[in-house]
């Protein structure tokens, strides 16, 4: 793929690039809505990537082409670039370009051609894989020595400020810090990492991913609605964010909020954010002790806590999760902003083919599109190529 992008930049700008940069799409084994609570969260990356093949321009203009959309490159004035204007999918490198600027970072022009392998509204993080990639490449092209916890901050600050999509931090820390044959580790406040080894295939495991193909129209404006309702139970509770809520103080702090706020749509967040945070660290000591088939039940757990409390599930992933249980998975659960996208399965070796038949056969029986599986492997973060 990397001389895809190699071949397609010089096909659009009738030039050579100076570099080809990745970065990859990720999944999230646990840790769901609690990253802009400033909780705890457990992706790792995937062998998807978003290539960016660039080279440097000494005018001042950004040009941006897609070999995976059609039309035209984008021609775009670096001084000139400002939030909220729709530019499609180039507003996420645009935005990327605008946030290193705004660091008082010395960005200059630049001719990007951008190809992927990245699926697009699976709830894999594609737009992190843009975002990270054309960062990095920026980065490098002009010797700004970004690390790469800043650099998933400004691409957060690319996809929030300027794109207008509220996300936490976690994509971007996946993409750009996420290592070959590991789960990261995440504390999304203060950003320390721990590699945690995940190689399921030692231990006879896999990890199937299953995109239901389907994104269902209210997604964006209800992941706001969420995370507006988490601020709110926070600010209700007299904390600085959900994170700050013990969960061995959960029923209590319920009840205060309660005689607070009573709402109900507050209260679910509430109690999906300070139970999943238990769960990653359920999870961690499950792996650290050698014990994965264990985490399925944990997987499991966070399904319903996100279908029940946060209610950011659907039809299409409550049936990938209630077939492939049936069919003899150890664990499942969607992953992702919801409302479409993918769900995690965690099964036995020997069962991966009888699980992804009974998940297809079930689609199929319930008039839905057929779904696109595939085997989770932890990959890498982004890098140069």
């Known amino acids: 793929m990397s001389q895809d992008a190699r071949e397609g930049f010089r096909e659009v700008y009738d030039a ?7 970065a990859p799409g990720r999944v999230n084994l646990i840790g769901e809505h609690t990253d802009y609570n400033d909780g705890f ?3 790792l990356a995937l062998p998807h ?16 082409h897609s070999g995976d959309v059609p039309g035209a490159a984008y021609q ?7 939030p909220g204007a729709d530019g499609g999918w180039a507003a996420y490198p645009a935005g990327v370009a605008w946030a290193l600027r705004e660091a008082g970072l010395p960005v200059g022009g630049a001719d990007i051609h951008v190809t992927s392998t990245v699926p697009t509204g699976a709830g ?12 990095l490449a920026l980065s490098e092209l002009y010797g700004l020595g970004v690390s790469r916890e800043l650099l998933a901050r400004l691409c957060q600050r690319a996809e929030n ?14 993409s750009a810090c996420c290592s070959d044959g590991h789960v990261l580790h995440l504390d999304t406040r203060d950003l320390a990492q721990r590699q ?32 507006r309702a988490c601020e709110a139970g926070a600010a209700a509770l007299g904390v600085p964010a959900l994170r700050d809520v013990a ?83 150890l664990g499942a659960r969607m992953t992702g902003g919801g409302f479409g996208g993918s769900a995690l399965v965690l099964v036995e070796e020997a069962d991966t083919e009888k699980v992804g038949e009974a998940v297809t056969s079930a689609f199929a029986a319930a008039g839905h599109l057929a779904p696109h599986l595939f085997e989770a492997v932890p990959s890498a973060g982004a890098r140069r190529l």
């Open 247 to 329: 969960h061995d103080e959960l029923e209590a702090a319920l009840a205060r909020l309660d005689a607070r706020l009573d709402d109900p749509e507050v209260r679910g967040c509430v109690r999906h954010v300070v139970t999943e945070n238990r769960r990653v660290e359920e999870t961690i000591a499950l792996l650290d002790a050698g014990e994965p088939r264990a985490v399925g039940a944990v997987l499991t757990a966070g399904h319903a806590s996100l279908r029940d409390d946060f209610r950011v599930s659907c039809d299409e992933l409550d049936l990938v999760v209630t077939s492939a249980l049936a069919a003899g998975a």
């Open 16 to 22: 050579e690039p100076e570099g080809v940069w990745a």
């Open 49 to 64: 990537t978003v290539h960016a093949a660039a080279a440097r321009r000494d005018d001042g203009v950004l040009r941006l």
């Open 76 to 82: 775009l004035a670096l001084e000139k670039l400002a």
């Open 161 to 174: 400020d300027f794109v207008g999509m509220p996300c936490g931090i976690m994509d971007q820390m996946a």
């Open 196 to 227: 945690v080894p995940f190689d399921l295939a030692a231990e006879g495991l896999r990890m199937l991913v299953v995109d239901t193909r389907v994104k269902h129209t209210l997604a964006d404006g209800a992941y706001a609605g969420r995370r």
């Open 124 to 135: 894999l993080s594609s737009s992190a894989a843009l975002e990270v990639a054309t960062g």
């Open 41 to 43: 969260v457990m992706p």
